[in-house]
């Protein structure tokens, strides 16, 4: 075989390297680095692996460089995602906060026609009152009190007036009416009528205005067949003396019970015994207890000794009061209440109403900065609350505060105010039936409560 030169045989070296070369071809250049030892070294440099390219230190350090700005940037985006979310968490609790429960609120309205001013207070020194939105629809002022946590921009308390577009007739706040045609409205009245019910066949509806008005253990049944349409509360056996002290707290839940469930026409309570009586109470009845209550209110007319005392078929002509029309006016349920001394919700297992709110209002000249209401039975403290704004702003003259009091003759109960200079007084003459009392008088002439 002819033997070929070195230089044709480097230009086949590729060809075998990467095996694409002829059988012949590949026999040739077997043959000739079988004797060379410069071609062998060439092909088997070809046929080796390629090492990978090598970095020099400057490239190793501009990689190192650029590896160290990513993890930065991705540390800051965390650190920068985490300081957005603390900030809203932060804007929230402090500056839009959320909505305010109605109950955690003490609300003071007054209106001179088109004109409010509002001042709601928290009744917890955490809780401040944040932003307030007003808006208005046919005489109606509704006002929305979102709760915030106490900081500089609020401290508690918050006040904010309003010009109407026409005469004012009613105040909400938060869903709970607060004044009505010219009236301050309890929370009490609120809190029931907040709780409206326009159908008598909603159970749950009609189990949470009983449950504000009578606590204990029963069950309600209802009759949505035919008119009028009834509701019985089904309670636990009761002995006779039990039964007789609740037949009277009995009827005035009922007469509430017609006024806020707008289809009703009877209520009727049973005790477990067959033998017990129950207690019934009719639209007509609630009727004419309401009648009883607001007729002399309004006209000076006395038609009755007591409310409650319901005639079995009462005469028409002293019907001058349809007991529905409570379930639209919150004045007149507020009336309604008031006449019938229902001013907290009954308990069913001590056959009294338990406790009620009174509100207590600064009628003197001083700058008082707490009331401390204390609760007597049987000549021994029982217990206290003492009562002053969450920013610990003074109690001014018209300003008042809020306190839970027991309905019950056999407590005794005394208020003691301590003014921002830090002088103790007492007040006197303490009305446990009234809703509203005033602190009246002066340093030297002594100081006295007064409806």
Same mark, same amino acid.
């Given at each position: 075989?002819?033997?070929?030169?070195?230089?044709?045989?480097?230009?086949?070296?590729?060809?075998?390297?990467?095996?694409?070369?002829?059988?012949?071809?590949?026999?040739?250049?077997?043959?000739?680095?079988?004797?060379?030892?410069?071609?062998?070294?060439?092909?088997?440099?070809?046929?080796?692996?390629?090492?990978?390219?090598?970095?020099?230190?400057?490239?190793?350090?501009?990689?190192?460089? =650029?590896?160290?700005? /990513?993890?930065? *940037?991705? +540390?800051?985006?965390?650190?920068? #995602?985490? $300081?957005?979310? @603390?900030? !809203?968490?932060?804007?929230?609790?402090?500056? =839009?906060?959320?909505? /305010?429960?109605? *109950?955690? +609120?003490?609300?003071?309205?007054? #209106?001179? $026609?088109?004109? @409010?001013? !509002?001042?709601?207070?928290?009744?917890?020194?955490?809780?401040?009152? /944040?932003?307030?939105?007003?808006?208005?629809?046919?005489?109606? #002022?509704?006002?929305?009190?979102?709760?915030?946590?106490?900081?500089?921009?609020?401290?508690?308390?918050?006040?904010?007036?309003?010009?109407?577009?026409?005469?004012?007739?009613? #105040?909400?706040?938060?869903?709970?009416?607060?004044?009505?045609?010219?009236?301050?409205?309890?929370?009490?009245?609120?809190?029931?009528?907040?709780?409206?019910?326009?159908?008598?066949?909603?159970?749950?509806?009609?189990?949470?205005?009983?449950?504000?008005?009578?606590?204990?253990?029963?069950?309600?049944?209802?009759?949505?067949?035919?008119?009028?349409?009834?509701?019985?509360?089904?309670?636990?056996?009761?002995?006779?003396?039990?039964?007789?002290?609740?037949?009277?707290?009995?009827?005035?839940?009922?007469?509430?019970?017609?006024?806020?469930?707008?289809?009703?026409?009877?209520?009727?309570?049973?005790?477990?015994?067959?033998?017990?009586?129950?207690?019934?109470?009719?639209?007509?009845?609630?009727?004419?207890?309401?009648?009883?209550?607001?007729?002399?209110?309004?006209?000076?007319?006395?038609?009755?000794?007591?409310?409650?005392?319901?005639?079995?078929?009462?005469?028409?002509?002293?019907?001058?009061?349809?007991?529905?029309?409570?379930?639209?006016?919150?004045?007149?349920?507020?009336?309604?209440?008031?006449?019938?001394?229902?001013?907290?919700?009954?308990?069913?297992?001590?056959?009294?109403?338990?406790?009620?709110?009174?509100?207590?209002?600064?009628?003197?000249?001083?700058?008082?900065?707490?009331?401390?209401?204390?609760?007597?039975?049987?000549?021994?403290?029982?217990?206290?609350?003492?009562?002053?704004?969450?920013?610990?702003?003074?109690?001014?003259?018209?300003?008042?505060?809020?306190?839970?009091?027991?309905?019950?003759?056999?407590?005794?109960?005394?208020?003691?105010?301590?003014?921002?200079?830090?002088?103790?007084?007492?007040?006197?003459?303490?009305?446990?039936?009234?809703?509203?009392?005033?602190?009246?008088?002066?340093?030297?002439?002594?100081?006295?409560?007064?409806?």
């Amino acid at each position: 075989m002819r033997d070929l030169s070195c230089d044709v045989i480097r230009d086949l070296l590729p060809a075998v390297a990467d095996e694409i070369a002829s059988a012949d071809t590949e026999a040739l250049v077997k043959e000739h680095i079988e004797q060379c030892a410069d071609c062998r070294a060439a092909l088997d440099a070809m046929r080796a692996p390629e090492a990978a390219p090598t970095m020099d230190e400057k490239e190793i350090d501009y990689l190192k460089k =650029t590896r160290k700005k /990513g993890w930065r *940037a991705v +540390l800051g985006a965390a650190l920068a #995602v985490l $300081a957005l979310c @603390l900030a !809203l968490a932060a804007v929230r609790m402090f500056v =839009t906060g959320s909505p /305010g429960d109605p *109950a955690w +609120l003490m609300s003071e309205a007054t #209106v001179e $026609a088109r004109s @409010l001013t !509002l001042r709601c207070s928290p009744n917890d020194s955490a809780g401040a009152v /944040g932003n307030m939105k007003v808006s208005e629809e046919d005489g109606v #002022v509704n006002v929305n009190a979102r709760r915030v946590l106490t900081s500089p921009l609020h401290r508690g308390s918050a006040e904010t007036t309003y010009e109407a577009s026409k005469p004012i007739r009613r #105040v909400v706040v938060n869903g709970r009416v607060v004044w009505d045609e010219g009236s301050r409205i309890t929370p009490y009245t609120a809190k029931l009528f907040a709780l409206r019910n326009p159908y008598v066949g909603d159970a749950s509806a009609d189990m949470a205005l009983l449950r504000a008005l009578l606590e204990g253990d029963y069950t309600i049944e209802l009759q949505t067949e035919r008119e009028p349409y009834g509701m019985t509360a089904r309670m636990a056996e009761r002995q006779p003396g039990e039964i007789e002290t609740l037949q009277p707290l009995l009827k005035r839940a009922g007469c509430v019970l017609l006024a806020l469930t707008e289809n009703l026409g009877e209520v009727t309570f049973t005790f477990g015994d067959e033998n017990a009586d129950p207690v019934r109470v009719t639209a007509a009845d609630a009727s004419y207890a309401l009648s009883a209550i607001q007729t002399p209110m309004m006209t000076g007319v006395q038609i009755a000794n007591d409310p409650l005392d319901l005639p079995a078929d009462p005469d028409p002509a002293f019907l001058t009061q349809d007991i529905k029309t409570c379930y639209d006016s919150p004045v007149r349920l507020e009336m309604l209440l008031y006449g019938l001394q229902l001013r907290g919700a009954i308990d069913a297992d001590l056959g009294s109403v338990r406790e009620h709110t009174v509100s207590i209002r600064n009628g003197t000249d001083l700058s008082i900065q707490s009331m401390t209401l204390e609760r007597w039975f049987a000549g021994s403290l029982r217990s206290s609350e003492t009562g002053m704004y969450a920013d610990e702003s003074a109690i001014a003259r018209g300003n008042a505060l809020e306190f839970t009091v027991p309905t019950l003759p056999q407590y005794e109960l005394r208020l003691t105010f301590t003014t921002q200079g830090g002088q103790t007084y007492t007040a006197e003459g303490f009305d446990a039936a009234a809703e509203e009392l005033t602190i009246t008088g002066s340093v030297g002439e002594g100081f006295t409560l007064a409806p």
